[in-house]
C-alpha cells in the first residue's frame, strides 16, 4: 500500500501522454491514392474523396516481323488517340498513364484448361491434364523450360506479359459540384479512350476491384506470409471480393497486408523484406522506333525486345499528362524569348523552336511525359545488380536513366508514378515529365509485343516470349468455316511431334472420333500411347500376308435403293466411278486423258449392274464382279466395235486389281470399319515406288469406309477428325483432290474434320487448289524460302505474311516455331510440346536405336522405353539452363 502511495506521488499521468498512448506511427497507406470503389461504374475514388479515375488492361498488337507500314498505321492511331479522345484542360489535365510487367504465373491458364473438355470423366483427359499440368509448371519455373540459343540466348521462361492502363483527372472541390458528375465525366472519356484504342487494333477491358487488386496485391505484397509467400496463391485471393463492399472499405488499406519500411540510404522501401526501388529517366537521346519498349526487333541473327532485356520482376511506368496546348504553346514562346543573341547556342535554340512550333502545328502536339521503371532485389547487392543491369539497356536503346546519386527523390518518386498517385502540380517542383511529342509518345506506348490469342485452349502454344498463345479448331467460336487443317513443314521442322501433340490435346480436350492414314509408323506409338491410358484402338497394317480387305464397290448394290428419309448427300456412283478410272488408267495422265464421257458411261453402268448382280446372289460386290460386267459389255452386239473394244480393254485393266496383293487388298469381301476411339492406317507396301495406283485406290475406299461411319455418326455429339499424313507421298494422283473435295464437302454438317500434314507441297498438282482452299487452318512450320513459294501457289499471301513465315525458326529438342493462318488468326507461334509428346514422335533411325538399347535393357515395351526417353529429355533440358 505504501509502495503504491509513493508511486502515485512521484509520477502524475498527464492528458498527453494518454493521447500518445493510442498514436500509431506514419501509416503507408495514407500515402496511396485510392480509397473507395463504385461498383456500378467501376470506377476508383482517390484520396480527396472528388477525383476519380479508371483502370484499363490491354492486350498488346503483335509486331514479329510487321512491316514498317503497318507499324506507321497503328502508331497513327494511337497519336489520334491521345489527340482526339483525351479533352485538353488547362487547369486540371487529364492523366493517362501505361505499366508494362512480366507475371510468371501459368496457374490461370491450368485452370482454364481442367475446366475445358467434352468429355472431363474419362481417363486420358485425368491422364493429360495431369502431364500437361506438370508440363506447364516446369516451363513457369524460376529455372525456365530451356535456354533459346536461337532467339534471344536467354532463359525462356513461361510468363504473361501484362499491359495496364490508368486514366484519371483530379479535380478540386470547387470544380465538383455533384458526386455523380465527376463519376459521370470519367465513364464518358474511358468509353472514348476504350473506342480509341480499339481502333488502333488495341484490344481493352475495363478492370473491376477484383482485377485490380489482383494487380496490386502482389506488387505491394511480394511474399505475403498469409499464402505462404506466394504471390500466385495471393492473385486467387485477391479475386474474393465482397458484396456489397462494407461501408468503411478502404482500397489502399486492403492493398496493404504488412507494414513496409523505407530506407533512405538506399533509396528504396522495403515489402514483405524485399526491397523495392523506382528508377526515373531524364529522357531520350534521340527519337525512339516504334515499339520500343516492347516491341519485338530483329537484332542481327536474334529477335528481341528491350523488355526482354530488363532485369526480372521489372514494371515500367509512362505517365502521360494530357495538357492543355495553349498552356503548352506558352512555354515554347518563353524558351524562344529568352534565345536572344548571336551566340551558337542561342541560335540553335530558335531553330529547335522553330521546328517545334512547325511540328505542333502540324498536329503532333506536346505533352509533359515521364518515363520510370520499378526494379526489386532480395537484398542490397542485387538490387544494385538489378539497377545497373537496367541503367545499361537503356542506355543501349537511347533512354537516359537518372543516377541513383543524382536522384534526391527516390522514395517520393516510387509513391508518385504508382497508378492514379502523379499529381501534375507537384511536378512542378520535381521536374521529372519532359515535352514530348505525340508521335513519339506512341511510339513509347507499351502496346506493342508479341501475338496473343483470345482463342480456347484447345491447342496450345506461346509465342516467342514465353506467353501462352490458344486456339481451337474444334470450337465453333474459335472458326469462321470449318476446322479442316493443314500441318506443313520440311523434313527435320518437327513436324511429327506437332502432330502428335495435336492430337493428344484433341483427344484429350474434345475426345473425337480419330483416324490416322499414315505412311512411316510415325503413329505407332502414339496409338499404344491411346491404348495404355484407356483408348480403344484398331490398328490396320496393309502388309502382303495382312487379312486386311479394302473393296471399293461394296455399296455399289445399294445406289439409288436407300428411302427418301434416308437419303444420302453424297453421290456414291460419282465416288466408285473415280476409283474404277484409277484402275483402269493406273493413274497415268496420258491414260486419263484418253477417257471419254462414252467410257465414264460404260464405267457407271459396269458399276451399278455388278451392285445388281451382287445383291441378287447375295454377296459382297467385288471388283471382279465389275471387270465381269465390262466384259460382258464388250460381248454386246448392240454396242459399236469400238466401244467394245473400249469395254475389253478396260476391263482387262481392272483385272490388274483382282489378283495377287492388289487381289488380296480389293478383290474380297469385306465389312465396315469398327467404331472404335482411335484407328490407325498404315499403308506399308503400298507407299513404295510402283504401287501408287494401288496406294490411290486404297485412300479412295479407306476414305469412303470412313465416310458411310462419319454418316451414319452424324446426330453425336462426337466430332471426328481424319489425319493424313505424309500427303506429299499419299496425294499425288489429280483425281485425289477433286475426291477428297467432293467427299468431305459435307463434313461440316457432320462434324467430321478433315486434317493433312505434308513435308512440301512442291509435288502437289495443281488441281489440288481447290482441296487446299477448302481447308480453313494452315499451320506452317520453320520452312526456307522455296517451300514459301510454294505456298503461295495455293494461297495470296501478302508481303508481311511472307515475313512471318521466314522469321520462324527451331532449336531440335526444344522448339519449332510455325505461322498459323486461317480466317480469323494470324500469328507467329512457338510449339513447345510435353517431352512426352517428342518421345512418341521419335522416328529417325538414331532415335529408335535408342529405344531398342532400352527396350533390351530394361526388358520393356517400346512404349515404355519411349516414357523413359522422356523422362531424360526434361533432365536433359532442365540441367541446361
Excluded at 6 to 17: N, P, T, W
Excluded at 457 to 462: E, I, N, S
Excluded at 663 to 671: D, H, K, M, T, V
Excluded at 837 to 866: F, P
Aim: charged share 25%.
Amino acid at each position: 500500500m505504501f509502495g503504491f502511495k509513493q508511486l502515485a506521488s512521484s509520477y502524475s499521468l498527464k492528458k498527453q501522454d494518454v493521447a500518445r498512448l493510442y498514436e500509431r506511427p506514419p501509416s503507408f497507406t495514407d500515402l496511396l491514392p485510392w480509397t473507395s470503389y463504385l461498383p456500378a461504374s467501376k470506377t476508383f475514388v482517390l484520396e480527396d474523396g472528388f477525383s476519380m479515375g479508371a483502370a484499363f488492361e490491354l492486350t498488346p498488337i503483335g509486331t514479329e516481323a510487321t512491316s514498317e507500314e503497318l507499324l506507321v498505321s497503328v502508331r497513327d492511331a494511337l497519336q489520334a488517340a491521345l489527340l482526339d479522345a483525351l479533352p485538353e484542360d488547362a487547369d486540371d489535365p487529364w492523366i493517362l498513364q501505361f505499366y508494362l510487367q512480366d507475371e510468371y504465373d501459368l496457374n490461370p491458364l491450368q485452370h482454364q484448361i481442367s475446366q475445358y473438355s467434352n468429355n472431363p470423366s474419362s481417363t486420358y483427359f485425368g491422364f493429360f491434364n495431369s502431364l500437361f499440368s506438370d508440363h506447364l509448371a516446369r516451363i513457369a519455373d524460376s529455372g525456365g523450360a530451356f535456354r533459346d540459343e536461337q532467339a534471344s540466348g536467354r532463359i525462356w521462361r513461361g510468363k504473361v506479359r501484362r499491359v495496364r492502363a490508368v486514366l484519371y483527372q483530379r479535380r478540386p472541390p470547387t470544380r465538383t459540384k455533384l458526386h455523380d458528375d465527376a463519376e459521370r465525366h470519367v465513364n464518358e472519356v474511358a468509353k472514348r479512350l476504350q473506342t480509341a484504342l480499339d481502333v488502333a487494333g488495341v484490344l481493352n477491358e475495363r478492370l473491376d476491384l477484383g482485377a485490380f487488386r489482383e494487380w496490386l496485391l502482389p506488387w505491394l505484397n511480394p511474399a505475403p506470409s498469409v499464402a505462404g509467400g506466394s504471390t500466385n496463391r495471393l492473385k486467387v485471393i485477391a479475386q474474393d471480393v465482397p458484396e456489397p463492399l462494407p461501408l468503411s472499405y478502404d482500397v489502399g488499406v486492403d492493398l496493404m497486408l504488412a507494414q513496409p519500411s523505407s530506407s533512405l540510404e538506399l533509396g528504396a522501401w522495403q515489402f514483405d523484406d524485399v526491397l523495392h526501388q523506382v528508377v526515373s529517366t531524364q529522357g531520350l537521346r534521340h527519337r525512339p522506333d516504334i515499339g520500343l519498349l516492347a516491341g519485338e526487333r530483329p537484332q542481327g541473327e536474334r529477335c528481341d525486345t528491350l523488355f526482354d532485356a530488363l532485369p526480372m520482376g521489372t514494371i515500367a511506368a509512362l505517365t502521360i499528362v494530357i495538357k492543355d496546348q495553349s498552356v503548352v504553346a506558352q512555354h515554347v514562346a518563353r524558351i524562344k524569348k529568352a534565345a536572344v543573341g548571336d551566340s551558337v547556342a542561342a541560335t540553335v535554340s530558335r531553330e529547335n523552336v522553330d521546328a517545334v512550333e512547325r511540328e505542333v502545328a502540324r498536329g503532333n502536339k506536346l505533352f509533359p511525359t515521364s518515363l520510370a521503371f520499378y526494379i526489386r532485389g532480395r537484398d542490397e547487392t542485387e538490387l544494385l545488380a538489378n539497377r545497373n543491369q537496367l541503367s545499361v539497356t537503356l542506355l543501349a536503346n537511347g533512354i537516359q536513366p537518372l543516377s541513383q546519386e543524382a536522384d534526391q527523390l527516390l522514395l517520393d518518386s516510387y509513391l508518385r508514378n504508382l497508378p492514379m498517385a502523379y499529381d501534375h502540380h507537384l511536378d512542378v517542383r520535381r521536374r521529372r515529365s519532359r515535352l514530348m511529342f505525340a508521335r513519339d509518345i506512341a511510339h513509347l506506348m507499351p502496346v506493342y509485343g508479341r501475338s496473343r490469342s483470345k482463342g480456347k485452349p484447345g491447342f496450345v502454344f506461346f509465342n516467342r516470349g514465353a506467353e501462352p498463345w490458344c486456339v481451337d479448331p474444334l470450337a465453333d467460336s474459335d472458326r469462321k468455316k470449318n476446322a479442316h487443317l493443314l500441318v506443313l513443314g520440311p523434313s527435320g521442322s518437327g513436324k511429327s511431334a506437332t502432330l502428335v501433340y495435336l492430337l493428344q490435346q484433341a483427344m484429350a480436350r474434345h475426345r473425337p472420333r480419330l483416324f490416322i492414314i499414315e505412311a512411316g509408323h510415325s503413329f505407332e506409338l502414339l496409338g499404344e500411347h491411346f491404348k495404355a491410358h484407356g483408348l480403344s484402338v484398331n490398328h490396320i497394317k496393309l502388309e502382303p500376308n495382312a487379312d486386311v480387305s479394302l473393296p471399293p464397290f461394296l455399296h455399289a448394290g445399294t445406289i439409288g435403293l436407300q428411302p427418301a428419309e434416308q437419303e444420302s448427300d453424297r453421290d456414291q456412283l460419282s465416288e466408285m466411278e473415280i476409283i474404277a478410272r484409277i484402275m483402269i488408267t493406273g493413274g497415268d495422265a496420258q491414260e486419263q486423258s484418253r477417257l471419254t464421257r462414252a467410257d465414264r458411261l460404260l464405267i457407271r453402268q459396269a458399276i451399278m449392274e455388278a451392285g445388281q448382280f451382287s445383291t441378287l446372289h447375295s454377296t459382297d460386290t467385288l471388283t471382279e464382279h465389275v471387270v465381269e460386267t465390262l466384259r460382258a459389255a464388250a460381248k454386246r452386239e448392240d454396242l459399236p466395235e469400238s466401244r467394245r473394244s473400249r469395254a475389253r480393254d478396260m476391263a482387262d485393266s481392272m483385272a490388274l486389281f483382282t489378283s495377287g496383293v492388289a487381289g488380296q487388298f480389293f478383290n474380297r469381301g469385306g465389312s465396315e470399319l469398327p467404331d472404335v476411339d482411335v484407328t490407325i492406317f498404315e499403308i506399308g507396301l503400298l507407299a513404295r515406288e510402283g504401287y501408287e495406283d494401288q496406294l490411290t485406290v486404297a485412300y479412295l475406299t479407306l476414305m469412303s469406309h470412313i465416310n458411310d461411319l462419319v454418316e451414319r455418326n452424324q446426330r453425336t455429339n462426337r466430332q471426328t477428325l481424319v489425319v493424313t499424313d505424309e500427303g506429299h507421298v499419299v496425294l499425288t494422283h489429280p483425281l485425289l483432290a477433286n475426291y477428297v473435295v467432293k467427299i468431305t464437302k459435307m463434313w461440316r454438317k457432320y462434324g467430321a474434320w478433315y486434317w493433312l500434314a505434308t513435308q512440301n507441297l512442291a509435288d502437289f498438282p495443281d488441281s489440288s487448289q481447290r482441296m487446299l482452299n477448302m481447308i480453313e487452318w494452315w499451320l506452317c512450320l520453320a520452312m526456307p524460302k522455296d517451300e514459301i513459294d510454294q505456298v503461295a501457289r495455293f494461297r495470296d499471301l501478302t508481303i508481311s505474311q511472307r515475313a512471318l513465315l521466314g522469321s520462324a525458326r527451331k532449336e531440335p529438342g526444344k522448339y519449332v516455331e510455325g505461322v498459323l493462318l486461317s480466317d480469323q488468326h494470324q500469328a507467329l507461334f512457338r510449339n513447345v510440346p510435353p517431352a512426352l509428346s517428342l518421345a512418341l514422335a521419335m522416328t529417325e533411325k538414331h532415335e529408335k536405336a535408342q529405344r531398342q538399347e532400352i527396350m533390351e535393357r530394361d526388358g520393356c515395351s517400346e512404349y515404355e522405353a519411349a516414357c523413359s526417353i522422356a523422362e531424360r529429355l526434361l533432365e536433359t533440358n532442365h540441367g541446361s539452363n
